[in-house]
């Protein structure tokens, strides 16, 4: 039996993405699809194709090969289905953007309004990425522009603009109500469970420095995939956690969840615009950029 070209496809998406759910949602499809479709593959093939783990998906040795093979057949397809589209007068200009959590929900989102609407016609897709596979995306040329939020180290071709500073909190539920009357050093509440972001996220590598900072080592109880789960999981009582203070400043005014005011000052974050200036950008991305780097100016 061979496999049909729907499963290669399927395939070229979950590695591309090496994440079931990003690769769904590319297909505009469901999850479960997609893991039946992969593991079709896998036993048509007869070998094993992924090794899945809580932070994705990666390729196996014959993995590797199979992708060597399918990635340049589904990228001329794909290529060739925007140029017949083209000349048929159906494509629309669009931008690749990607963008951390923090930096989609905190600036990003809030600021493309204006561009929407004056711009109805450029298509826009908006990939969500840690730091690090952002500025992978980046240097690749998959995306045009990268939100992201530091620290980060990046190419010298790269154009880095900061367009806005946030702060960070330390929460817990109402089960640490005690701790919300006092002013305590980090290392009074080094003992209480942590719920951090996954270890190959900034946000982590950040928090850990801050740890080392202070004389102390992060030891987290709860790693979550994404900043918006760690608010429902401190909710549940769980566990403390940093998050930026416009996320918390609603539940804080609530008093569904306290904060602990650390003698310790967390250092300020920035979120960021990064082009590559060894790419080019359309005249549509260009205008894009414009408004997100001086949003407060009118084109």
Do not use: W
């Amino acid at each position: 039996m061979t496999a049909n070209f729907e499963h290669y496809k399927i395939f070229y998406y979950v590695a591309k993405y090496k994440n079931l759910t990003r690769a769904a949602n590319a297909l505009v499809t469901s999850q479960p699809s997609v893991t039946y479709c992969m593991q079709n593959l896998e036993s048509v093939l007869g070998c094993k194709l992924f090794i899945r783990s809580r932070k994705g998906v990666t390729l196996t040795s014959e993995g590797e090969l199979l992708y060597s093979y399918v990635a340049p057949a589904c990228q001329q397809l794909i290529q060739g289905e925007e140029k017949l589209k083209e000349l048929l007068g159906e494509q629309h200009e669009y931008i690749n953007v990607g963008a951390t959590q923090i930096a989609m929900l905190s600036y990003l989102v809030a600021r493309l309004n204006r561009f929407q609407e004056q711009y109805s016609q450029v298509k826009l897709n908006i990939f969500n990425y840690n730091t690090h596979q952002t500025l992978n995306e980046l240097k690749a040329g998959k995306i045009d522009l990268a939100i992201i939020t530091t620290p980060f180290d990046h190419e010298q071709s790269f154009k880095v603009v900061k367009v806005k500073d946030f702060n960070s909190v330390l929460v817990g539920g109402v089960k640490y109500a005690e701790y919300g009357n006092k002013n305590v050093y980090l290392a009074d509440v080094a003992g209480l469970p942590l719920i951090t972001m996954s270890d190959n996220t900034t946000t982590f590598q950040f928090f850990q420095e801050f740890y080392r900072s202070c004389g102390l080592t992060m030891q987290p109880s709860i790693e979550v995939a994404s900043m918006d789960l760690i608010l429902p999981v401190i909710l549940k009582n769980l566990g403390i956690g940093f998050v930026p203070e416009e996320f918390a400043r609603p539940l804080i005014e609530k008093g569904e969840i306290v904060v602990f005011n650390l003698y310790e000052q967390i250092p300020k974050r920035n979120i960021c615009i990064v082009s590559d200036n060894n790419r080019p950008l359309s005249a549509a991305a260009k205008t894009l950029q414009y408004m997100l780097e001086y949003q407060d100016k009118v084109i």
